[in-house]
């Protein structure tokens, strides 16, 4: 009897005629539809197929197709979770920019308001010595948060009649 070795590789020839040609074809194409297979995976199961052995006696399919399968399903799962990390640091990124822009201005906003309270007090102190009114006026400014209330406040301040009536209040 012929005693085979553990792996035996033989040699299938193509020839250049019509015939060879579109039987390559057609298994190139099989092939790329089925990357998992080889050509050895294609020949044999010709051949079981040819030889008419039943499927209960022909062996079951190489475990490395099913982990290659397996590793196929992780790459795209893991792909998957990358698009989704990128998604997310995209949106993430994006809100934080708009907060961010936000926040630049409330600060210009901000500085506006204590270079015109910083303008106010330089006015306040050329004129006169503030008063118990003026000074409460200046809290008042200073809490407030829109720029239009304190001119108004300020431009209250300025009047005359309020001006000598605050002298008697020190006064008294």
Known sequence: ???????????VTFEPGVADESLLALVESHLEKDPQK?????????????????????PAPKP??????????????IAALQSQMADLEERFFAKESNRLEIMEQQLIQLSQQVAQLAIMLNNV??????????VSTLEVINHTSSPTHAAATYSQEIDPVISRISQFLDDF
């Open 1 to 11: 009897m012929f005693q085979w070795s553990k792996k035996v590789v033989k040699s």
């Open 64 to 77: 490395a197709a099913a982990t290659a399968t397996a590793t196929q399903g992780v790459e795209q799962q």
């Open 125 to 134: 102190s050329t004129s006169s010595p503030p008063t118990p009114q003026q």
């Open 38 to 58: 080889t050509f050895s995976d294609l020949c044999k199961e010709a051949l079981w197929q040819s030889l008419c052995v039943p499927e209960s006696v022909r």
